[in-house]
């Protein structure tokens, strides 16, 4: 069975598909602007010291977030690749 976890909690290196995004409004457009839609790929490539922003990799580029963004998203982590 898939899980399911928010992109927050996810490790660097850690593969998984986006399946939900729960802002709404002017956030939730701008999360989905920045190519993070459900039924997308992405890794974690990396952390700052403090853990906050988050680097991904998606479609060919890499992006930025916040973790109060990251927060919105939640991701289903490939069997072989959990938490």
Same mark, same amino acid.
């Given at each position: 069975?898939p ?10 290196? %850690? ?5 939900t995004?729960?802002? %709404? ?6 999360i $989905? ?23 991904? $990799?998606?479609?060919?580029f890499?992006?930025?977030?916040r ?13 072989n690749?959990?938490?």
């Open positions: 069975m899980t399911i976890v928010n992109l927050r909690e996810m490790r660097v290196n %850690q593969h998984g598909i986006i399946k995004i729960g802002a %709404q409004g002017e956030l939730g457009r701008r $989905r602007d920045m190519g993070l839609v459900p039924g997308t790929e992405i890794i974690v490539i990396g952390r700052a010291p403090l853990k906050d922003p988050v680097a991904l $990799r998606l479609k060919g890499t992006l930025t977030l973790n109060s963004e990251a927060d919105f998203i939640t991701v289903e982590l490939p069997d690749d959990l938490v």
